[in-house]
């Protein structure tokens, strides 16, 4: 049997603190040369992806935003498959001084600001 495809989580499976070890990123490199299709699959927005794993030609394909945002580094196409984030939703975060991030379809923020569970 032969492996065509590998789906790989970017937080605490390739990366840890933000941070993909070198020797990861060459096994990435090892499989992509073998012709194994990789692909980046994270809850993450891309352009915050993007800022902690820099350049991502290292893989094939990447799937976003928990599934919401496809995107392909070999030439930069991008594809969202979600409704997009209603305008005055981040500007309504942002009255509550609720601190977020707003990708395409999907509003990133801190555990810290959601409502206490009842007890």
């Known amino acids: 049997m032969r492996l065509a495809a590998l789906a790989l989580d970017y937080d605490g499976t390739i990366a840890h603190g933000d941070r993909i070890d070198p020797s990861v990123r060459d096994a990435i490199g090892y499989a992509r040369d073998a ?3 990789v692909l980046l699959v994270t809850g993450r927005i891309l352009s915050e992806l993007r800022r902690v794993a820099g350049d991502l030609h290292f893989v094939d394909g990447v ?18 498959l979600a409704p997009a984030v209603p305008a005055g939703f981040h500007a309504e975060l942002t009255r509550r001084d609720i601190r977020a991030q707003t990708g395409e379809c999907l509003v990133d923020m801190d555990a810290d600001h959601a409502a ?3 007890t």
């Open 63 to 80: 799937v976003a935003e928990n599934g919401a945002v496809i995107h392909f580094p070999a030439n930069d196409y991008t594809s969202v």
């Open 116 to 118: 206490p569970f009842p």
């Open 35 to 37: 012709g194994v299709t």
